[in-house]
């Protein structure tokens, strides 16, 4: 998957920017930074070396994040838990049926 310099998401522009210190700065390889419209991602670095797939889990991680923020969905959007585990069974169904839109 080719991670897009930026996204849509319910209208909005989402920018979509590599940082090659985010995992040192906060101990994270993304955020959705929801006051800058950007998703910030982990480049990869001689520290970090991140697969594709590992980049793609990140990205949707982080759309899921922009949803529940969007959909005003505060709980939802600060459990980590529920994110991870959606966006990993998102991922599997995209990656498994080779659905792309």
């Known amino acids: 998957m ?3 310099d930026k996204i ?3 209208g909005r522009d989402i920018k979509v920017v590599w940082v090659p210190d985010l995992v040192q700065q906060d101990d994270i390889v993304g955020q959705a930074a929801f006051r800058y419209d950007t998703i910030r991602l982990q480049s ?3 520290g970090l ?3 594709p797939q590992s980049l793609a889990l990140s ?3 982080e759309i899921l994040h922009w949803a529940f923020f ?3 969905e505060d709980k939802q959007n600060k459990d980590e838990a529920l994110v991870s585990r959606l966006s990993e069974v998102l991922y599997q169904v ?3 049926n080779q659905l792309r839109f």
Do not use: E, R, S
């Open 44 to 46: 990869n670095n001689a």
């Open 2 to 4: 080719k991670i897009p």
């Open 70 to 72: 969007l959909m005003h």
């Open 8 to 10: 849509k998401i319910v």
């Open 49 to 51: 070396i991140k697969t």
């Open 59 to 61: 990205l949707l991680h």
């Open 94 to 96: 995209l990656h498994d």
